[in-house]
């Protein structure tokens, strides 16, 4: 499990069947206070957006938040961080 805030969205022309209806987003990783890799998750909340704090999961288990057999996501936007208490 990690921590990130969402600096945008993603648009996919085509995106696999078992991502419909899922917003992709783009997430800033946030390790030790500091902000590093950009990366693309899949938003299980339905409710991210842009200067949002957000914990992740990643791996196999990002796909097993969907209930759906063989979703192609390796990070999953699972919840929300209502305060951060480092300066960015």
């Not at 997430?27 to 409710?47: H, P």
Request: no cysteine; hydrophobic share 45%.
């Amino acid at each position: 499990m990690y921590t990130g805030k969402v600096v945008g969205t993603v648009v996919a022309t085509v995106k696999d069947e078992g991502l419909d209806g899922i917003p992709l987003l783009l997430v800033r990783k946030i390790e030790n206070g500091k902000e590093t890799d950009l990366i693309v998750a899949a938003d299980s909340t339905r409710q991210a957006g842009k200067d949002d704090f957000v914990y992740l999961i990643g791996s196999k288990e990002a796909a097993k938040v969907f209930r759906k057999p063989l979703v192609p996501v390796d990070a999953a936007i699972v919840g929300f961080i209502d305060t951060y208490n480092e300066v960015l």
